[in-house]
C-alpha cells in the first residue's frame, strides 16, 4: 500500500534509483571481477617465470657443482699420476717395425726384449709372427739348435719414460 | 504474493456514472474519467455490462464474435458492445466460456482514457478479479448493492447464477440470497448434467462491492453464513477494507481482490502489460543484480587474494632463484680443470691401450715352460680378425696363434703331451683352444702340427 510518510533518504535514494544502481553495482563488480582476474593471470604467469628461472638456475647450479668434482676429481687424479711418474711431458712414443727378419737367435732375443714390459717402459704389440727358420727347430730348443736363425715380425708401438 | 511495484498502486471502482477511488482508509468519488496522478488499478463494474458462461462449440478464438452476435440477438446490449471471456473450459464436444460484455463505445472511451494518463491505467473487469479468486472446488458470491453473482470453480469450469433483489433492504437481501441459493442448487450443483458438482464445490468466499459500515455489514455476515449453510459449503472468510468518505464509513473487498490482480488481467494494450510486467519484474531483477553483483565483487576479492599470493609467492621464488645463481658465481674458480689433466689421461689411455694387447715376453715365457713336456713350439704368431662395425681409427683385432709339434724324443704320449702343454698354458693364465692349422709350419717334417689358440683367462677362469 502507498504510505503517507515520506521515506528517509537512504530509503528514498534506494527506492527511486535501484535500477540504475543495481546496474551500476553490477558494472562496477563486472569491471572489478574483469581486473581482479586479469591481474590473477598476470601474477600466474609471473610465478611460471619465476618458476623457469628457478629451474634454470637450479640446473645451472648442479651442472657448476658436477664441474667442480670433476676438477677435484681431476686434481687428485694428477696427484696419484704424479706419484706413478706419470706426467706427459717425461713420457715419448716410438714405433717398432721389423718386417720378416731372419735373424740369428742372440739378435733376436735382443729384438724381443724391446717388447719386455717394465717399469718406464711399455710396448704394445699389433702384430707379431715368431717362427724358427728351419722346420727342425723350435723356437725354444736345443743347444743343437742354437745355430738357426728366426724368422720375426713385429710390428708395434712403445711408450717410455724419458727421465 | 503481491509484486512489491503494485504497493504504490492506488484502487479504484469504475462505473458509468463514475470512480470509487479507494486508497488506504479514504474513499474518494471522482467522475468517470478523473484525472489519473498515480498508477491505479482500475476495477470495472458497471450495471450495464452483461456477465454470463455461454456454452459455445467450434474454436473458443471465435467466442467473442459469437457472444456478441447471440447478445444483440437476445436483445441483452444495445448496440455494439466489447465481449471479453475471462475463463474457457473445454470439454469433447463444446466448451465453456465465463465473460463480460461492455458497451463498445463506452468500452473504448475507458481505454482511450486509460491511454492517455500520464500514469499507467490497469483496466480490469471485475469478473475476471473474482475468477482469479477462485481454485478449483471454491465458490463465490459478490454482492454489489442489490445485485448478487454466485460463481464457482467446478474443476476448472466456471459456473455462474446471478440475482437482483427488489431494494437494498436487508430483508430484500436475504430473501434474494435465499432465492440465489435455491437457484444454485436446482441450477448448478444437482443439474443431472453436472450430478458431481455438489460434491467437488467445497468453500463459498462473500465478496460485498462497497457497503456502508452498519446495518449491511451485519447484513452481509449473516448472509454469507446462511448462504453457506444452505449450500453444505464452508465459508471461507474474505478481508474487507474499511475506508472513510468524510464522516461515513463503508467496507470493500476491492483491496483483497487486487491482491488477486496480475498483467495478463489487464485489458489495456498489449505495451501496457509488458510494461507492468517488467515494472513487476525490475524489482526482482535488480535484486538479482545487486546479487550477481556482491557475488562477483566476492569472485573479485577471491581473485585478488589470489593474485596477491601468486605475486608474493613469484617474488619468494625469484629470490630463490637469485640465490642459487649467486651460489653458482661463487663457485665458479673452482670449476677450472688442471692444465695437464686432458694430457695426462691421454697418456693414462694410452699405456692402458698398450697394455690390454698381448704381451709377447709373457706368451713366449710361458710356451716355454709349457713346451718342456716334450711339445716343440713351432711359431708364435697373430691373424688379423675381421669385426664388422670397426671404428675408424682404431687398432684392427687380432687373434693369437701358436703351432706346435710333439717331439718325437718326447717321453709322454702325444695325447699326454698336448695334455699337459694345454694345462701348463692355463695355469700360466691362457686358455688353449685347438683350431685348424693355417700356417706354413704345417708342412713341418714328419709331425703333426698342432695348432692353437691362446686367450689370455679372465680372473676366476684359472686352473
Known amino acids: ?163 | 504474493m503481491k509484486p512489491a511495484s503494485l504497493h504504490a498502486f492506488q484502487h479504484c471502482w469504475l462505473t458509468r456514472s463514475g470512480a470509487e477511488l479507494i486508497s488506504p482508509g479514504r474513499l474518494e468519488r471522482r467522475p468517470a474519467r478523473f484525472a489519473v496522478d498515480q498508477d491505479v488499478i482500475v476495477v470495472v463494474d458497471m450495471p450495464e455490462q452483461a456477465v454470463d458462461v455461454s456454452q459455445l462449440a467450434g474454436d473458443p478464438a471465435h467466442a467473442a464474435a459469437l457472444i456478441d452476435r447471440a447478445l444483440r440477438g437476445q436483445g441483452l446490449m444495445e448496440g455494439a458492445c466489447v465481449v471479453i471471456p475471462h475463463a474457457t473450459a473445454r470439454r469433447p464436444a463444446d466448451y465453456d466460456v465465463l465473460f463480460t460484455a461492455y458497451p463498445a463505445d463506452w468500452w473504448a472511451g475507458v481505454q482511450s482514457w486509460a491511454a492517455e494518463a500520464e500514469h499507467l491505467v490497469a483496466i480490469v473487469p471485475v469478473m475476471a478479479l473474482l475468477w482469479a479468486t477462485l481454485a478449483k472446488g471454491q465458490a463465490l458470491v459478490y454482492r454489489d448493492a442489490a445485485r448478487f453473482t454466485f460463481l464457482a470453480n467446478i474443476d476448472g469450469r466456471p459456473a455462474m447464477v446471478a440475482t437482483q433483489a427488489f431494494s437494498e433492504e436487508p430483508s430484500d437481501l436475504a430473501s434474494t440470497a435465499a432465492l440465489l441459493c435455491e437457484s444454485v442448487q436446482a441450477q448448478l450443483l444437482t443439474d443431472a448434467g453436472q450430478g458431481s458438482g455438489a460434491r467437488i464445490v467445497a468453500t463459498l468466499s462473500w465478496f460485498t462491492r462497497l457497503a456502508p459500515v452498519g446495518g449491511d455489514e451485519m447484513a452481509d455476515a449473516g448472509m454469507s453464513l446462511a448462504t453457506a449453510q444452505r449450500l453444505g459449503l464452508e465459508l471461507r472468510p474474505v478481508a474487507h477494507a474499511q475506508v472513510l468518505q468524510g464522516s461515513d464509513a463503508f467496507w470493500t473487498c476491492l483491496p483483497a481482490l487486487c491482491e488477486r490482480f496480475s498483467a495478463r488481467l489487464m485489458t489495456n494494450p498489449p505495451v501496457d502489460r509488458y510494461s507492468l510486467r517488467a515494472r513487476q519484474l525490475l524489482p526482482r531483477a535488480s535484486a538479482a543484480g545487486v546479487a550477481v553483483a556482491l557475488l562477483a565483487m566476492l569472485g573479485a576479492g577471491v581473485a585478488g587474494g589470489l593474485a596477491v599470493t601468486e605475486y608474493a609467492h613469484a617474488r619468494s621464488v625469484d629470490a630463490q632463484a637469485d640465490a642459487v645463481r649467486q651460489a653458482t658465481a661463487a663457485r665458479a674458480s673452482q670449476e677450472q680443470l688442471p692444465e695437464n689433466f686432458k694430457a695426462t689421461v691421454a697418456l693414462v689411455d694410452r699405456i692402458g691401450a698398450l697394455l690390454e694387447r698381448p704381451d709377447t715376453t709373457r706368451l713366449a715365457q710361458a710356451l716355454r715352460l709349457a713346451g718342456s713336456g716334450g711339445v716343440q713350439v713351432m711359431r708364435l704368431y697373430t691373424v688379423p680378425v675381421k669385426v664388422e662395425g670397426r671404428r675408424h681409427g682404431a687398432e684392427p683385432a687380432a687373434r693369437v696363434l701358436v703351432d706346435a709339434i710333439v717331439r718325437s724324443d718326447a717321453p709322454l704320449a702325444v695325447q699326454d703331451a698336448l695334455s699337459r702343454f694345454v694345462n701348463t698354458l692355463r695355469r700360466a693364465g691362457y686358455l688353449a683352444s685347438a683350431v685348424e692349422s693355417p700356417g706354413r709350419s704345417a708342412q713341418a717334417v714328419g709331425a703333426a702340427v698342432f695348432s692353437y689358440e691362446l686367450k689370455p683367462l679372465e680372473a676366476g677362469e684359472g686352473a
Not at chain 1, 45 to 55: I, T, Y
Not at chain 1, 98 to 106: C, D, E, F, M, T
Not at chain 1, 112 to 121: I, M
Open chain 1, 1 to 163: 500500500m502507498a504510505s503517507n510518510q515520506e521515506p528517509g533518504g537512504w530509503r528514498r535514494l534506494w527506492g527511486e534509483y535501484r535500477p540504475a544502481l543495481a546496474l551500476a553495482t553490477l558494472c562496477a563488480a563486472l569491471v572489478t571481477t574483469f581486473l581482479a582476474q586479469a591481474s590473477l593471470r598476470k601474477a600466474r604467469l609471473e610465478l611460471g617465470a619465476a618458476q623457469q628461472r628457478l629451474a634454470q638456475a637450479t640446473a645451472k647450479d648442479k651442472e657448476s657443482q658436477d664441474r667442480v668434482a670433476l676438477a677435484a676429481f681431476a686434481s687428485e687424479f694428477l696427484r696419484q699420476a704424479a706419484r706413478q711418474q706419470l706426467q706427459p711431458e717425461r713420457w715419448a712414443d716410438q714405433a717398432i717395425a721389423v718386417s720378416q727378419a731372419r735373424i740369428g737367435r742372440p739378435e733376436a732375443v735382443s729384438l724381443l726384449l724391446q717388447a719386455q714390459n717394465h717399469a718406464g717402459h711399455v710396448f704394445g704389440a699389433q702384430e707379431f709372427d715368431i717362427s724358427s727358420a728351419s722346420l727342425k727347430a723350435g723356437l725354444f730348443v736345443d743347444t743343437a739348435a742354437r745355430g738357426e736363425e728366426l724368422v720375426v715380425t713385429l710390428r708395434g708401438r712403445t711408450t717410455f719414460r724419458t727421465q
